[in-house]
């Protein structure tokens, strides 16, 4: 039967999956809707047939017609309901960061394994964006050889009030460090943020942009180019060097218009824009799993692996230096 989902955080993200479930995708509704501002969450459930408003995410996930959940609430609120969730045996969709730093994702990890199955997927959402898709079939398919470099260009048009510079890692540059493991399917060992003089766009104090460099475990170069003011729209773009050839994604000439001397196109604005085939192509592909009671998709190892670099990547930016990445063995739950 349809799938009751009960959506914790009702902010921009979480209020764009009700939107995606209610009315996108199949196979699932939303039957609650939690948020510690009661107000809000009232008024999302009022405009949904069958769904309920609640504060406590302990006491949506109690309720006969919820059978899984979307945590979209802010990254340090996301151990906390993983783990009441574990306890509850639901399946979960959660929105990265899986959790802000490696210890926490640990705990997340060591409580998953001893459920002795998976029941998380992570929203690393460019995973089922087309283009990405594309790049992706095409290095596994071996033709231009070994991937040496990936150049990223990860553009956001204004920060948000209160974005910090370790927020430039920890909640934008952290989809270049999933792409990164997804594409090359390599670990990361080392991370250098490097910081030129800021953009005068950017809010006093905000080290913005950033560039950034990963080694991996695989002998690659992966830059990141991180603007979050770039004043003029939203863009990700890739660039993968090969052995015996060049690919590269994020060119946005959807549209391109030529009249009275001129050329040129649109640039969009943010990501829910740029991304929102992918966003329904990860819910979707999560809703279906889930009825089959599978867990597909980026895991609860990807969620520590990603934390753990971004712990890493916070110390580079703070302290101006290199700095490596320490990772358990990977447990063969996730292998
Ligand atoms: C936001 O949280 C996202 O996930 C977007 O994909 C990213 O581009 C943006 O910088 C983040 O703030």
């Not at 921009?12 to 939690?34: L, Y």
Request: glycine share 8%; hydrophobic share 40%; charged share 25%.
């Amino acid at each position: 039967g349809t799938l009751g989902v009960a959506v914790i955080g009702t902010g921009r993200m979480g209020a764009d999956h009700v939107r995606r479930i209610d009315q996108v995708i199949s196979g699932a509704r939303v039957s609650a809707v939690v948020d510690l501002d009661a107000e809000r969450a009232k008024r999302l459930a009022d405009g949904i047939e069958g769904c309920t408003a609640h504060t406590d995410a302990a006491a949506a996930m109690a309720a006969d017609d919820v059978d899984a959940l979307v945590i979209a609430s802010p990254g340090p609120a996301h151990e906390e309901a993983l783990l009441t969730a574990f306890a509850h045996d639901l399946p979960v969709l959660c929105e990265k960061p899986l959790t802000p730093d490696a210890a926490s994702a640990l705990r997340v990890l060591e409580a998953e394994q001893r459920l002795g199955r998976r029941r998380v997927q992570v929203g690393f959402m460019r995973r089922y964006d087309a283009e990405y898709m594309k790049l992706k079939a095409l290095l596994d398919g071996g033709s231009l050889g070994r991937p040496l470099m990936l150049h990223n260009r990860h553009r956001n048009a204004s920060s948000p009030p209160g974005f910090t510079s370790a927020n430039l890692i920890n909640d934008s540059v952290v989809h270049e460090m999933d792409v990164t493991r997804w594409l090359l399917d390599q670990e990361i060992t080392a991370v250098t943020v490097l910081r030129p003089r800021p953009s005068s766009n950017a809010p006093e104090g905000l080290a913005d942009p950033q560039f950034v460099v990963f080694e991996t475990d695989g002998g690659a170069l992966v830059d990141v180019e991180m603007s979050v003011n770039t004043g003029f729209g939203y863009q990700v773009k890739a660039e993968a060097v090969c052995e015996r050839g060049t690919a590269r994604i994020g060119e946005e000439q959807s549209l391109v218009t030529e009249t009275a001397g001129r050329w040129g196109g649109t640039i969009v604005q943010d990501f829910t824009e740029r991304f929102a085939d992918a966003y329904d192509r990860e819910v979707q592909a999560w809703v279906d799993a889930t009825r089959r009671g599978e867990v597909t998709g980026p895991s609860v190892w990807d969620g520590y692996a990603a934390a753990a670099v971004c712990e890493a990547g916070v110390r580079s930016l703070t302290e101006g230096v290199r700095v490596e990445v320490e990772l358990i063995e990977r447990p063969a739950l996730y292998r």
